[in-house]
């Protein structure tokens, strides 16, 4: 019984190659930077004019009409609404994919510099 729980033991404290830990300040960091990222994506959006217009565009597409059936939306407050929803989804997706790409570039610069390149 005591050698089955030493063996447990054992093999919860190792560690793959495959998986890093990664400290509860980077996670924090990268939650505000995710966050932070979909706020300016989401301004972005509503200032820069062709994009606001991109946004009007699709608005009026048959696939935003076809959602506010599926919904049952019928005001123009519900519309507003589920365009907002879809604003902020779309950014968080692209800050998400930004992020993600960051952070790869960032991990390979560290590795390269690691190996002496």
Known sequence: MQESNAKSMKQRNTVSDS???????TTLLRTIGLVGLTLVLACLMRFVP?????V???????A???LYGVFGIDSSLGREQMLLIGIMATCFIMALCLQ??????VSRLRRSSRSGR
Not at 19 to 25: F, K, L, M, Q, R
Not at 50 to 54: D, T
Not at 100 to 105: E, N, P
């Open 56 to 62: 009007q565009y699709v608005a009026g597409t048959s």
């Open 64 to 66: 935003w009409e076809w």
């Open 19 to 25: 998986s890093v830990e990664v400290s509860i300040t």
């Open 100 to 105: 993600t790409a960051f952070v790869y570039v």
């Open 50 to 54: 062709f994009m606001a217009h991109a």
